[in-house]
């Protein structure tokens, strides 16, 4: 669709800004795809501004320097959350981004894009609860995407996220692969 964009926000935060983009923009529609499930509200003390929604992607946050970037769009960013938690322990340095509008991000300056997506770090994870296609353009050939490779089911959704792989243990197992993939590269 001409001029579309797409928006999937994470949270109550980034779903404010979410409206106000849909509302400002006369230049084509706004799709905001929510969640049926509540989503945990992300601390914005602790995380980066939700404003940066605009821009369609940004660093959430940096735990440490980052050796893999954990990408996710809606709730799945709370998983994304939880695996970079996860894989700091073990002592390796996590981005996470939130990606919520591939067409904003796309619109950005490439100084924008690779201060969030470094090309030198080739180690990366996609995760949504959706078709992986797609995502290959921000995952690059050593990435993993963690999503949907069939259709749906319907069920409570923390048993669809298991059913379906989409869990924060599943993004770590996804993250050393990648890291895998890259030193074999």
Same mark, same amino acid.
């Given at each position: 669709m001409p001029n579309c964009v797409v928006i999937r926000p994470s949270d109550a935060n980034e779903t404010r800004?979410?409206?106000?983009?849909?509302?400002e923009r006369t230049n084509g529609p706004t799709l905001l795809i929510m969640a049926r499930q509540n989503s945990k509200i992300i601390d914005r003390t602790v995380f980066a501004s939700s404003e940066n929604v605009r821009k /369609?992607?940004? *660093?959430?946050?940096?735990y440490g320097t980052p050796e893999v970037i954990l990408m996710a769009t809606g709730t799945e960013v709370d998983i994304a959350i939880n695996a970079a938690e996860k894989l700091h322990k073990e002592?390796? /340095?996590?981005? *996470?981004?939130?990606?919520p509008s591939w067409e904003l991000f796309?619109?950005?300056s490439d100084e924008y894009r690779e201060s969030v997506l470094p090309r030198k770090i080739h180690a990366r994870v996609s995760v949504e609860a959706s078709s992986t296609m797609g995502w290959e353009k921000f995952i690059g050939d050593c990435g993993v995407a963690?999503?949907?490779h069939s259709f749906g089911a319907s069920a409570?959704?923390?048993k669809l996220y298991e059913?379906?792989?989409i869990t924060s243990d599943k993004v770590v197992e996804a993250a050393h692969k990648s890291i895998e993939n890259?030193?074999?590269?």
């Open positions: 800004v979410a409206w106000k983009i849909a509302i /369609g992607g940004y *660093v959430l946050r940096d002592g390796l /340095g996590v981005r *996470v981004v939130s990606l796309s619109q950005q963690v999503g949907m409570p959704i923390n059913k379906f792989g890259v030193k074999n590269w």
